[in-house]
């Protein structure tokens, strides 16, 4: 467990960006808070089908990138597949 001291200040609690990056959480994460007595804890909400098939595009454009295919690639196509690939996985 680490533990972090932040100020509240008139804006509210501030979590640095470097903190939430280390749970895997980005801009656009939905989270959740659950209260108990005087603890709060932070938990990811719970992930729809939309949001897995966005997750795993952002993966492939930022780790695979042009080299993921769904057939052999065309030089014109490529960009093309890749945006199709992502698109199918959205509708999962």
Do not use: Y
């Amino acid at each position: 467990m680490s533990k972090i001291i932040q100020e509240i200040t008139a804006d509210g609690l501030h979590l640095p960006k470097a903190l939430v990056e280390q749970f895997g959480w980005r801009e656009g994460t939905k989270v959740m808070l659950e209260i108990h007595d005087r603890t709060v804890s932070i938990v990811p909400q719970e992930l729809t089908a939309e949001d897995i098939a966005e997750i795993a595009c952002i993966f492939l454009l930022e780790k695979v990138g042009d080299a993921a295919a769904i057939k052999k690639p065309q030089k014109k196509m490529i960009n093309g597949l890749l945006m199709s690939f992502c698109h199918m996985l959205r509708k999962i």
